[in-house]
């Protein structure tokens, strides 16, 4: 935008100079963007600006003006330069495309996200869970961060690839770990794209990293083909897809197997690190939230029961729960209730965002083509105008006539709009059944003398172990 033309627009209060002036201040900080979203909200309020590399910047957690971006004016944006990105791993996935290659994408695999299709998963779920948990010591002291991360592979593994944690599942996480380790250097760097094939260290660690990965998944798609049957998994299905090449041609074409790889990655990633992040930030809650845990195992008790009895050779009865199942799902209101209160307050995708490709109004602010735009779950979900005490966990914010009085797009974990996370109700299913799973059996307190501090990466993660010592309930 040059001077000339600068009295087009109207943009919202912010920084009176570019962000790198105040490299020396406290909220500004590589690699955690959340200080900054903190300043600029709790400076400027709903809506904020800063320039970075002259380029305008719009910081937004204002329900409205997100609902606008996300769904109203959805046409006038695309994807944003860190989520582009990430296409040097994850290609033309269905996070990284634009339109209309995404359009095409998710009709080819919304299919894999059908009520039927994710419901004949519910008992790998329990399964997977159960035996992790079947597992543990009354007393033992885990890294449940960890030990979720461990069962999402699991999870991943067998809905995904019908198969174990085999060599290739641990080699494909073990390189994904890597490249999310890079992530602050990987999104930093300028116009990284270009610069691939140079000897520079962390580019040269990606470089080697991906191309591991790539051989892992590209021969788990040939082991696939050459078996020539569905197996029940996501892998399958997305290898005997079909679509249209146009609107003027019915001949249907098969995803080729870059397409596939694609694909599988942006599963793997979002499907895995999100599920064992929101679920481990639901064991820390829940172990510091004794009222909240007792009132979570009063509905765990009702639904699945306790079975009486006495087992041989002992005077003293017993009592055990049963396994939940898919028909279970529906009754469990505050389990789901706990599972959304930890994602307010934790996030696993804690931010989006979007780039203008034309000039945008939002409200009195009118905006050019170029600019980006930021919105944070993991901001507005902390904002007492719609939450109240905001840092107190309450599962009860979650009834239906409380969802019902915050706006729409004051919480929105999955994203909003044409956009919205594919795999959503798959993960709604997957946290309820793995924590009435775990939390019929085992209470968890957190063993730290300080809360533990998110790491805004890729997802929201907890930095460092989140160790907790478990104890076995005493009707489990």
């Known amino acids: 935008m040059t001077r000339s033309d600068s009295s087009e627009w109207n943009l919202p209060p912010g920084l009176r100079y570019p962000l790198h002036f105040y490299a020396h201040k406290p909220w500004v900080k590589l690699g955690e963007p959340i200080r900054l979203f903190e300043y600029l909200h709790r400076t400027y ?9 002259g380029t305008p910047i719009i910081f937004i957690n204002e329900p409205d003006y997100i609902r606008e971006i996300l769904v109203t004016q959805a046409s006038s944006f695309v994807k944003e330069r860190t989520v582009r990105r990430m296409k040097i791993l994850l290609g033309e996935g269905l996070i990284t495309s634009d339109d209309p290659i995404h359009i095409r994408q998710r009709k080819i695999v919304a299919p894999a996200f059908h009520r039927q299709r994710i419901a004949a998963y519910a008992d790998e779920i329990i399964t997977s869970a ?11 002291v885990v890294d449940i961060s960890a030990a979720m991360m461990s069962l999402s592979l699991e999870l991943v593994a067998r809905t995904l690839f019908h198969t174990e944690v085999t060599d290739d599942i641990r080699r494909i996480n073990d390189e994904v770990n890597t490249i999310m380790d890079l992530y602050n250097f990987l999104i930093a760097f300028p116009r990284m794209e ?5 000897p520079i260290p962390g580019v040269v660690k990606f470089r080697r990293s991906r191309a591991r990965l790539d051989r892992v998944v590209h021969r788990l798609i040939e082991e696939h083909k050459r078996a020539g049957v569905d197996k029940g998994d996501l892998l399958s299905m997305l290898i005997s897809s079909r679509y249209e090449q146009s609107d003027a041609s019915a001949e249907q074409m098969g995803m080729s197997d870059e ?5 599988v ?25 004794p009222e909240a845990e007792a009132k979570l195992h009063v509905e765990l008790d009702e639904v699945l029961g306790l079975h009486r009895g006495q087992a041989a050779g002992d005077a003293a009865p017993f009592s055990s729960h049963r396994l939940p199942t898919l028909a279970d799902y529906p009754a469990l209101r505050y389990t789901e209730q706990v599972f959304a209160e930890s994602m307010r307050l934790y ?3 804690w931010a989006m965002g979007r780039l203008s490709t034309q000039p945008v109004t939002l409200g009195p602010y009118r905006i050019p083509a170029g ?5 944070s779950q993991y901001m507005i979900s902390r904002t007492p105008e719609f939450y109240p005490d905001p840092l107190r966990f309450d599962p009860d914010r979650f009834l239906p006539e409380a969802r019902a009085a915050r706006p729409r797009f004051a919480y929105f974990p999955f994203g909003g709009g044409s956009r919205q996370c594919i795999g959503e109700s798959f993960a ?16 968890m307190r957190y063993l730290g003398s300080a809360p533990p501090v998110p790491q805004a990466k890729i997802t929201l993660r907890p930095r460092g172990p989140l160790l907790v010592r478990l104890s076995q309930r005493e009707n489990a």
């Open 428 to 443: 709604w299913m997957e946290g309820v059944l793995a924590i009435a799973t775990i939390a019929s059996r085992w209470r």
């Open 347 to 349: 996030p696993p995708a």
């Open 130 to 140: 159960a035996r992790h948990a079947g597992q543990w010591k009354s007393g033992q």
């Open 265 to 289: 990655l942006t599963i793997f990633l979002a499907g895995y690190e999100t599920t064992a992040n929101a679920l481990a930030w639901t064991w820390y809650l829940l172990s510091q939230n």
């Open 45 to 53: 309020g709903s809506i904020a600006h800063y320039r970075f590399m």
């Open 259 to 263: 397409q596939i790889r694609d694909e």
């Open 371 to 375: 600019a980006h735009f930021f919105m």
């Open 194 to 198: 270009k610069f691939l094939h140079l």
